[in-house]
T-cell receptor, first 111, second 110 residues
Framework: GQQVMQIPQYQHVQEGEDFTTYCNSS?????IQWYKQRPGGHPVFLIQ?????EVKKQKRLTFQFGEAKKNSSLHITATQTTDVGTYFC???????????FGTGTRLQVFP | NAGVTQTPKFQVLKTGQSMTLQCAQD?????MSWYRQDPGMGLRLIHY???????DQGEVPNGYNVSRSTTEDFPLRLLSAAPSQTSVYFC?????????FGQGTRLTVV
């Protein structure tokens, strides 16, 4: 079965509301990456976190890596219509070269 | 700067036909991967390669073959297409961190 799950699968928000997607792995990861895919496009890299408990910010986006390195979250403050798309987490399993993607969260923002 | 180039962009196959999806990268990356994207399933790893001559299976390898004769190219072969292989296929390359994706191939098997 799927090794990296994300919730929720879909989220519809009003512009200006906050949004959070959660990523959970069944195994410990050496790092976690986040990608954004616009409708009809391909995934584009946003950020990588490596350290346990790490928090990184990119403007309105806040990324966290869990203490056990098995979960992560992406929080968007005050969403805009340009945030529309599907957000994926992806992780490298320890001692492997397999970059495994999560199931994704599709975000829709209504003006 | 081309990055990762996939061909074709669209393909319709009949059940039982074979075909090769092409992927080429010009960034001299060692790691290359093939993913398929299906609704609600995210991106699932089919096969990957850590360098020329080295390939390994991902999460969903059945029905697909790969080879890596050069650093630049990583073709994906469907041996005998089945309707369950209808999907969007993405090729990706990376060095240590960021994965760069191609534009994708939308494959329909009828």
């Amino acid at each position: 079965g799927q090794q990296v799950m994300q919730i929720p699968q879909y989220q519809h928000v009003q512009e200006g509301e906050d949004f959070t997607t959660y990523c959970n792995s069944s195994t410990t990861l050496s790092n976690i990456q986040w990608y954004k895919q616009r409708p009809g496009g391909h995934p584009v890299f946003l950020i990588q976190l490596v350290k346990s408990g790490e928090v990184k910010k990119q403007k309105r986006l806040t990324f966290q890596f869990g203490e056990a390195k098995k979960n992560s979250s992406l929080h968007i403050t005050a969403t805009q219509t340009t945030d529309v798309g599907t957000y994926f987490c992806a992780g490298l399993r320890y001692n492997t070269d397999k970059l495994i993607f999560g199931t994704g969260t599709r975000l829709q923002v209504f003006p | 700067n081309a990055g990762v180039t996939q061909t074709p962009k669209f393909q319709v196959l009949k059940t039982g036909q074979s075909m090769t999806l092409q992927c080429a990268q010009d960034m001299n990356h060692e790691y290359m991967s093939w993913y398929r994207q299906d609704p609600g399933m995210g991106l699932r790893l089919i096969h990957y390669s850590v360098g020329a001559g080295i390939t390994d299976q991902g999460e969903v390898p059945n029905g697909y073959n790969v080879s890596r004769s050069t650093t630049e190219d990583f073709p994906l072969r469907l041996l005998s297409a089945a309707p369950s292989q209808t999907s969007v296929y993405f090729c990706a390359s990376r060095e240590n961190t960021e994965a760069f994706f191609g534009q994708g191939t939308r494959l329909t098997v009828v």
